[in-house]
T-cell receptor, first 110, second 114 residues
Framework: EAQVTQNPRYLITVTGKKLTVTCSQN?????MSWYRQDPGLGLRQIYY???????DKGDVPEGYKVSRKEKRNFPLILESPSPNQTSLYFC?????????FGPGTRLTVT | GENVEQHPSTLSVQEGDSAVIKCTYS??????FPWYKQELGKRPQLIID?????GEKKDQRIAVTLNKTAKHFSLHITETQPEDSAVYFC?????????????FGKGTHLIIQP
């Protein structure tokens, strides 16, 4: 089954404790993105990757890192999480047009 | 960069009536305009999209119209049903452009009243 998976689905952590949210897709898509969703702000792009070893900043990259060592995986790294990074995070992949979203990761930073 | 404005933020309609959600975009180079539906607790899913070489596209009860000159596009849902209740997002992008990500509107919460 074609899909995008994310782990974990829910995470509660404390300020400053490094964390990684994994994202994997099995559709051989070249393009992958991370978005955060906040009430009233819609979906905002954090980082995107056009291919292996090619990543670039989206609209809200501060406080986040990504890597793309393999085509199928695109982890999101928060080196020192802060409460303002409490949000719902979606990974997405695409070939040309339609973006396929993962199930989301709800992150709470206390 | 691209900026997408979406209105209204909340829309309440009676079951069976039509609903219209409108979006404007700023980048005249954008040529792909998808609409996503997000049910409570779920991921956004594509429901319809349109490219800039057509002015209208229909799929059963939903349709999207595009006015390139005015840089706006709209989602039309006819004969609304309870399962249409969700948050709808419009988006815009340049297909084949350097940045693959979509720019989303802030969303419209559609409420279908029984």
């Amino acid at each position: 089954e074609a899909q995008v998976t994310q782990n974990p689905r829910y995470l509660i952590t404390v300020t400053g404790k490094k964390l990684t949210v994994t994202c994997s897709q099995n559709m051989n898509h070249e393009y992958m993105s991370w978005y955060r969703q906040d009430p009233g702000l819609g979906l905002r792009q954090i980082y995107y990757s056009m291919n292996v070893e090619v990543t670039d900043k989206g609209d809200v990259p501060e406080g986040y890192k990504v890597s793309r060592k393999e085509k199928r995986n695109f982890p999101l790294i928060l080196e020192s999480p802060s409460p303002n990074q409490t949000s719902l995070y979606f990974c997405a992949s695409s070939w040309a047009d339609e973006q396929y979203f993962g199930p989301g990761t709800r992150l709470t930073v206390t | 960069g691209e900026n997408v404005e979406q209105h209204p933020s909340t829309l309440s309609v009676q079951e069976g009536d039509s609903a219209v959600i409108k979006c404007t975009y700023s980048d005249s180079a954008s040529n792909y305009f998808p609409w996503y539906k997000q049910e409570l607790g779920k991921r956004p899913q594509l429901i319809i999209d349109i490219r800039s070489n057509v002015g209208e596209k229909k799929d059963q009860r939903i349709a999207v119209t595009l006015n390139k000159t005015a840089k706006h596009f709209s989602l039309h849902i006819t004969e609304t049903q309870p399962e249409d209740s969700a948050v709808y997002f419009c988006a815009a992008k340049v297909l084949g452009g350097g940045a693959d990500g979509l720019t989303f509107g802030k969303g419209t919460h559609l409420i279908i009243q029984p």
